[in-house]
Each structure stands twice: as structure tokens, then as C-alpha cells.
């Protein structure tokens, strides 16, 4: 969540002007614009713009990985709480997850809560779920739910899914199915794990045909693993690269050396490996090995 500044008419007009800068810098990826124009927005006496600036750090550290980006998140959305901006809670506790704090970051969650953030919840029941705490993680699914946290059902529903507790989750995945694309896909990988295929592929084929792309890699494995048509496959997972679905590309080179493409295959890992895909460089280090 980025933080703004209301125009007063008065010395404020040049804060927002910095606002607007930084924040149009930081929506064009731009962040080290960013953190110049905030820095200069906190430097005419706005403290809450930390905020702005420590989302700029935890964006950077998505480009860099760099740990340095995390502790700098860090610290300024702990400068914006001290400020009053209580936005900052959720944010600073997504980013000690991402530092491995998890009691600092589960204890940043619950004052995220406290402050009134309810969606908190949700990343609360993610963290837990992280830890395998099922009993915690599915307490805040729920908490999130009765609180009418967007997603939450879907959530809940994914939760139940990966617990195997095939009747709870399709009660509840069902529902949102038609409207919330994960859920959808979720619904799909439910039916096929209860063995119920024309169905599983009557939902995916639907997200399919709605471009959700979450729907894209379940369907393409009911169609390579369980229906034995790999030219379905292809399809899908083509399509679901072109949308950029990254992780689709070493199931389509998975596809393509099944059906004796070796070179193309060979290409696509290639090409899955330098984006970091660990399965694609285990499947070149295979190959490699097999031909030394």
C-alpha cells in the first residue's frame, strides 16, 4: 500500500509533487528514483512517507535479492509506525518473514490486526501454514472469512485442499469457483485427485477459455499425466507462457522431450534454467550427465 499526500493549496503543493514522482517511479519499477523523491518528500517533514520508501526497498529487493534492501524495508516502516502510520504493520511483517523472523513477523501480523487490518489475517494464516502450524493457519483462514477478508474463502479453501480434507475445501471452493480464478484452479486439482477427470477438465477448460492462467499448468497435467494427450498439452502450456506463466516453460520442455522433441525440449529448460527454474537446471544437469 502506497501512502499519498492531500494538496492543502498551500506549502504541501511541492511534498505532493515529490509524492507523485516517487510513486509514478516506483509503478515503472523504477526504484531507485523512487527512493530519491521519497527521501525528499521525508526530508521536507513527511516521516509517513517511510512507508512509500520502504515498500521501495522490499519492491528492490524482488530485483536484487539483496538482504540489505530487506533490513532497509524494515527499519523505514518501522520509522512510518513511529509516525502513525499503521498501514506499515502488515508490510513490516511480510518483510521479516522474508528475513526469517517469523515470531517477530507473526507478532507484527497480530498488531497489523489489532490495528484494524483485517486482510493481515490472511498472511497470517500463510506464515503459519509456512511453519506447519494447521491449527493456527486454519484459525486465521476462518478468523479471515468471518471477517470478509476478500480471498479468504478461497484461501481457507487451498488450505483445506493441502490438508487432503477433500470434502471441506470442495464445499467451499465450489461456490467461488466461476468468479475467483484460484479457487477455480484449486476446484480442478480437487476433482482430479478424486478422480473425477471429464469434470476436473470441464472447470479447467473454462478457467482456460478466461485466460486464468492458474487454471493453465492443472489442466495441462490432467491432460499429459492422465489423459495421455500430449498435443493438449502443448497447447496450453504455450498458451500459458505467451501470458507469462514462467513456470509453465519446464512443463512444456517436459512435454516436448515425452514426445521425442529432445532439441526443443533442451531449449525450453535452457531457457526455464537462466529465469531460475531449479527443476529445469536439474533436468540439464541430467541430460548433460547422461551424454558425458
Known sequence: MMSGTQNDGSAADAELDLVDAGNAAYDEGDFDTAERFFRRAIDAGDLTMHLNLGNTFAERYETTEDPADLAKAAESYRIALDAGETDAWRNLGMVLDKMGRTDAAIEAMRSAIA??????????????????????????????????????DAALGS?????????????????????????????????????????????LRAGFGAGEVESMIPLANLYHEDLDDLDQAEEVLRTAVSLGELNAINNLAVVLWDQ????????????AADGGDELAVSALEEIHAGTD
Do not use: H
Open 260 to 271: 521425442g522433441r529432445e532439441a526443443e525440449a533442451i531449449e525450453q529448460w535452457t531457457l
Open 159 to 203: 488450505f483445506l485442499l493441502n490438508e487432503d480434507r477433500m470434502d471441506e475445501a470442495e464445499s467451499v471452493l465450489r461456490p467461488i469457483a466461476g468468479n475467483q480464478p484460484d479457487a477455480r484452479a484449486d476446484l480442478g486439482t480437487l476433482l482430479i485427485r478424486t478422480d473425477r477427470l471429464a469434470e476436473a477438465e470441464q472447470v
Open 115 to 152: 490495528a484494524g487490518d483485517q486482510d493481515a489475517l490472511l498472511l497470517l494464516g500463510y506464515i503459519f501454514e509456512e511453519q506447519d502450524d494447521a491449527a493456527s493457519a486454519e484459525k486465521a483462514y476462518r478468523d479471515a472469512v468471518a471477517g470478509g477478508c476478500e480471498f479468504a
